[in-house]
């Protein structure tokens, strides 16, 4: 089945008690048990299994092409189960670029778990080869990255993981299933904030973990989520579902809307450098055009001067709105740094922006009065 039908069917989920073609919400926290001790109907208790949440995992695993998808409450439960199924001592390598969110959980609270981890620079290498760690259980990839647009070759990152005996897992936020496909180019595993685009409506908070394989990893994090209880309500789950519906018309259409917006920055005097793998001169360019089917709905851009030109920029917008996070239909912009915080690497000049499915000569009009 391609992946369009997939999504465009939320995995083709008929209730079958019933016969509903949009699922019922079912929020019952406890299941019947059979008269001989059984649970034949597979649910026992909502922490442990639902069938909105098990609905959601069967098509995130066929949309990501894996074995089985692990659904969580939020990206960030999603992320930290993966560094929960590890053990100390364990060492992992961060892309340098990469969801703050992620690289702060890592420094201030898996740290004091007894797990290791090196930054590195994920577009070389060479810089990864040299990092490996006889230790190294993960190599963490991000592609497109957050906030700069960095690009990953995930199948050579992959490949140098595997020689190491280390896993591979690649956060496919940005891109979506519809745009890049991990798993298939080695990847052991995905995790997706699906607050994002899968959710795509900015009205539900989710995560999940995908794996290519069954293994003992993924029965770990599967454990974890049960145990840790970090689960997505019922009605979350079938908000992602139906969000999912309408990913393989979105993806194309924020992303045609993203590149015309990236060729206008790169046009305007105030801007100083525009981050989108769309363009041609972008250092990820080829490998991006070999990974993904289109670049994405995510930009930034540098404005000419610091962080007050940038603020000031951001300040007159009126189509755009000023908010955090991404993957909605309407067109948000931010200034970076200053939601990182303090230990934020990103130029202060950077306005970061999630380009919706608004009409995009407007956006352009509202950008160019801004700047
Ligand atoms: C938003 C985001 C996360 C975190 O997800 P939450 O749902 O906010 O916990 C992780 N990775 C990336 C790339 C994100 O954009």
Not at 127 to 134: D, F, I, K, M, W
Not at 166 to 189: E, R
Not at 242 to 249: C, K, N, Q, Y
Request: net charge negative; with cysteine; charged share 20%.
């Amino acid at each position: 089945m391609n992946i369009e039908t997939i999504a465009a069917q939320a995995a083709h989920k008929i209730d079958s008690a019933t016969g509903a073609v949009a699922p019922p919400i079912y929020l019952s926290t406890t299941f019947e048990r059979d008269a001989d001790g059984q649970y034949g109907r597979g649910f026992v208790y909502s922490r442990s299994n639902n069938p909105n949440r098990q609905a959601l995992e069967e098509c995130m695993a066929l949309l990501e092409g894996g074995h089985s998808a692990v659904a969580f409450s939020s990206g960030m439960a999603a992320i930290s189960s993966v560094f929960q199924a590890l053990s100390p001592g364990d060492h992992i390598l961060l892309p340098s670029d990469c969801y703050h969110g992620t690289s702060q959980v890592v420094r201030d609270v898996f740290s004091d778990w007894g797990l290791k981890a090196t930054t590195v620079d994920m577009t070389d290498p060479e810089q990864v080869s040299r990092a490996l760690l006889p230790s190294t259980r993960i190599v963490w990839t991000e592609t497109p990255s957050n906030p700069v647009l960095k690009i990953t070759d995930l199948a050579g990152i992959a490949a140098i993981a595997h020689d190491a005996g280390a896993l591979c897992v690649s956060d496919n936020t940005w891109a979506s299933p519809i745009l890049q496909q991990p798993l298939a180019l080695g990847v052991d595993l995905v995790v997706h904030s699906t607050t994002k685009y899968l959710g795509g409506h900015e009205d539900v908070l989710g995560g999940v973990v995908v794996g290519r394989q069954d293994s003992d990893f993924l029965r770990r994090i599967r454990s974890i989520q049960s145990r840790y209880g970090a689960v997505p309500s019922p009605f979350d789950c079938w908000l992602v579902m139906r969000g999912i519906r309408t990913l393989a018309i979105r993806m194309p259409a924020h992303s045609e809307r993203a590149l015309r917006i990236a060729r206008f920055l790169e046009e305007q005097p105030r801007v100083e450098r525009v981050h989108y793998p769309g363009l041609p001169d972008h250092p990820g360019h080829a490998t991006a055009s070999a990974q993904m089917s289109a670049y994405g709905g995510m930009l930034s851009f540098q404005v000419r001067g610091g962080i007050e030109e940038a603020f000031g920029v951001a300040a007159k917008v009126k189509v755009f709105v000023r908010a955090t996070s991404l993957g909605g239909t309407q067109s948000l912009i931010e200034h970076r740094a200053s939601t990182e915080g303090p230990t934020s690497s990103t130029p202060d000049n950077l306005l970061r922006v999630s380009v919706g499915l608004e009409n995009v000569d407007d956006l352009m009009e509202d950008l160019a009065q801004a700047l």
